[in-house]
């Protein structure tokens, strides 16, 4: 049997925190994709990013869960036991248009 990962049952629904990565914003740096906090609603930056944000707030808060979040992929990432989450229909809606910096 697969090994089904506890920290999906804690996804919550957010509202995320900015229209991009909400660290890159402030300082005017570039990300690749962005990563939504499902326990908070941080958004930050993919691991391809300059800055990798999303993970650096997961290493802050550990606060396990991400969902891929632009453009939307309709997935999840456990940091804690490195697995995908099928978000299904869980999937978080853009509150606007997001900007494009690469």
Request: glycine share 8%; aromatic share 8%; charged share 20%.
């Amino acid at each position: 049997m697969p090994f089904e990962c506890k920290h999906a049952e804690q996804i919550k629904d957010v509202t995320p925190s900015a229209l991009g990565c909400e660290d890159c914003l402030k300082t005017g740096s570039p990300w690749v994709h962005l990563r939504l906090c499902r326990t908070c609603g941080h958004v930050g930056c993919c691991d391809d990013s300059p800055n990798r944000h999303a993970t650096a707030h997961f290493h802050a808060t550990r606060h396990p869960v991400i969902e891929g979040y632009d453009p939307p992929e309709g997935w999840g990432w456990c940091y804690i036991h490195e697995l995908f989450i099928d978000l299904g229909d869980q999937t978080t809606p853009q509150r606007g248009p997001i900007p494009r910096f690469v």
